[in-house]
Nanobody
Framework: QVLLEESGGGLVQAGGSLRLSCAAF????????MGWFRQAPGKEREFVAG????????YYADSLKDRFIISRDNAKNTVYLQMDSLKPEDTAVYYC?????????????????WGQGTQVTVSS
């Protein structure tokens, strides 16, 4: 069992930045590839970014790779999502997820554990 706890969400004006954090508790963090997803009201959950177990490989949704950066600190059992130049369409609940097998998968079904999510609201 891996427990994931997101933090860092909030209200920000368009053009601003936020850094989300996801702390992992339980099994060995380095054994899991990590990902960030988001879900806006009435929409499906969508892949944002992923990172390999070592942090050496990162993956992004094409539309976000110029503004978002994923990173991890295995010593702190934490994965981060730096979000810059935020837009109102980035408004969503952001979830972190852990995958035992595949790094960078865009499919939610590839991930074994999920956090509860953190709300990000970008005002125009």
């Amino acid at each position: 069992q891996v427990l994931l706890e997101e933090s860092g969400g909030g209200l920000v004006q368009a053009g601003g930045s936020l850094r989300l954090s996801c702390a992992a508790f339980g099994r060995t963090f380095i054994n899991y590839a990590m990902g960030w997803f988001r879900q806006a009201p009435g929409k499906e959950r969508e892949f944002v970014a992923g990172i390999s177990r070592s942090g050496g490989s990162t993956y992004y949704a094409d539309s976000l790779k110029d503004r978002f950066i994923i990173s991890r600190d295995n010593a702190k059992n934490t994965v981060y999502l730096q979000m810059d130049s935020l837009k109102p369409e980035d408004t969503a609940v952001y979830y972190c997820a852990a995958a035992r097998l595949y790094a960078g998968s865009h499919y939610p079904s590839s991930y074994d554990y999920w956090g509860q999510g953190t709300q990000v609201t970008v005002s125009s």
